[in-house]
């Protein structure tokens, strides 16, 4: 089993910027893509930034430019750095690791608060 513990939450205020981390720990398996998203109240949960194993990236049209998620392999921790925030950024943020050995599977956080003040 994958543990993914998350950090970097917070309260700011619109312009400001965070930095979301996402660690893993436990059973080693082969990672196909990671990624982060996001749940608003009352919304769905969407896509904001993924990462392939081959390092490819795609965004939510409405955080490119703005956000960058990036990896330290040696930390096995994936990053989701957020400029500019701005006041619909808030939600709970989440990230998932899709696993395809020794069995596909997708792990996910326990998801951390991300607040933007206008």
């Known amino acids: 089993q994958v543990q993914l513990v998350e950090s970097g939450g917070g309260l700011v205020q619109a312009g400001g910027s965070l930095r979301l981390s996402c660690a893993a720990s436990?059973?080693?398996?082969?990672?196909?893509?990671m990624g982060w998203y996001r749940q608003a109240p009352g919304k769905q949960r969407e896509l904001v930034a993924a990462m392939s194993i081959s390092g490819s990236t795609n965004y939510l049209d409405s955080v490119k430019d703005r956000f960058t998620i990036s990896r330290d392999n040696a930390k096995n921790t994936v990053y989701l750095q957020m400029n500019s925030l701005k006041p619909e950024d808030t939600a709970v943020y989440y990230c998932?690791?899709?696993?395809?050995?020794?069995?596909?599977?997708?792990?996910w956080g326990q998801g951390t608060q991300v607040t933007a003040s206008a």
């Open positions: 436990g059973s080693i398996c082969s990672i196909n893509s």
């Open positions: 998932k690791f899709s696993c395809g050995w020794p069995k596909r599977a997708d792990y």
